[in-house]
């Protein structure tokens, strides 16, 4: 496992927006005659997590701090607690985290996340 643990200090999901997704495993390889071959590029499947957050200010800055500092712009994995099952992945962050302004000191967030 890294040694990066996702904050403790950020919200669960909002209900209704977490989704999971699979990383798609296999390759395709046209050849000049027949039909494509396929193979698959990894040993196990890798999942994937799209999920909003409702923060304060305070914690979207945490939330940026986290992705810029702490994981290096998102270089770094970390280990990451999924919010229903309580099992305990090491992900890196796919992107950015997104944040649009909700109200008053309110924001929601969209964050990614790749299993590795």
Do not use: C
Not at 44 to 49: A, K, P, T, V
Not at 90 to 111: G, I, Q, Y
């Amino acid at each position: 496992m890294a040694s990066i643990d996702y904050p403790s200090t950020l919200p669960a999901p909002l209900q209704g927006q977490f989704g999971e997704d699979m990383l798609e495993t296999k390759v395709q390889d046209n050849g000049e005659v027949g039909a494509a071959r396929l193979r698959n590029r990894f040993t196990r499947s890798l999942d994937r997590w799209k999920f909003t957050l409702q923060l304060t200010g305070d914690q979207k800055d945490a939330l940026y701090a986290f992705y810029e500092t702490t994981l290096v712009r998102g270089v770094e994995p970390f280990n990451w607690t999924h919010p229903t099952t309580a099992q305990t992945y090491e992900v890196v962050m796919s992107r950015r985290p997104s944040a649009n302004h909700f109200t008053v000191d309110l924001w929601k967030a969209e964050v990614e996340l790749e299993e590795i």
